[in-house]
């Protein structure tokens, strides 16, 4: 459905804004690229969390991390930040994706780092990752694409900023 927000939505009256339209219209446009992100991740029968959360795992195993990661430290590397992500853990080690592990200096610290079956799936999922990128918003200009996520970071970097 082309247009603008305002007629995709049947928006009577005009935004209170400009402010409140560009944030109605990112939230409206996560949830549609949410949509394509979670229907491509299902082929592997995960979640987009879920695989953000084995890509870093796999990124410390690759930097030589043979022990993994702090399980407290997962969160704050998530591109969503989870509020449970003991959850999701729990749920890929079910899988044999992942291992968890106990320091070995301090037994309350706990690690968690990809096993081979989670590189493996990985693996098959490494060469359609373009396709899901193309899917979404394959049909923006690299340029496009350079100030959508620059002005993206920018509003993202004043919220940090602001400590929201």
């Known amino acids: 459905m082309p247009g603008s927000l305002r007629e995709q939505i049947n928006k009577q009256s005009a935004f209170v804004s400009p402010e409140e339209e560009a944030m109605l219209n990112v939230?409206?446009?996560?949830?549609?690229?949410?949509g394509i992100e979670?229907?491509?991740?299902?082929?592997?029968?995960?979640?987009?969390?879920?695989?953000?959360?084995?890509?870093?795992?796999?990124?410390?195993?690759?930097?030589?991390?043979s022990e993994g990661v702090r399980a407290s430290e997962i969160?704050?590397?998530?591109?969503?930040?989870?509020?449970d992500v003991t959850r999701l853990v729990d749920r890929l080690e079910s899988r044999g994706l992942v291992v968890r592990g106990e320091c070995a200096q301090d037994k309350r610290v706990k690690y968690v780092r990809i096993s081979e079956d989670g590189l493996k799936l990985l693996s098959r999922i490494d060469p359609a990752i373009?396709?899901?990128?193309?899917?979404?918003?394959?049909?923006?200009?690299?340029?496009?694409?350079?100030?959508?996520s620059r002005l993206l970071e920018k509003a993202?970097?004043?919220?940090?900023?602001?400590?929201a």
Do not use: W
């Open 156 to 163: 993202r970097d004043e919220q940090a900023g602001s400590g």
């Open 130 to 148: 373009p396709e899901l990128g193309r899917s979404a918003l394959g049909h923006l200009s690299k340029s496009e694409l350079g100030t959508l």
């Open 38 to 65: 979670r229907a491509f991740f299902k082929r592997y029968e995960l979640s987009p969390a879920s695989y953000n959360l084995l890509r870093i795992l796999r990124g410390h195993h690759n930097k030589g991390l």
């Open 27 to 34: 939230a409206r446009t996560a949830a549609q690229l949410g």
């Open 75 to 83: 969160g704050c590397q998530m591109v969503v930040r989870m509020p």
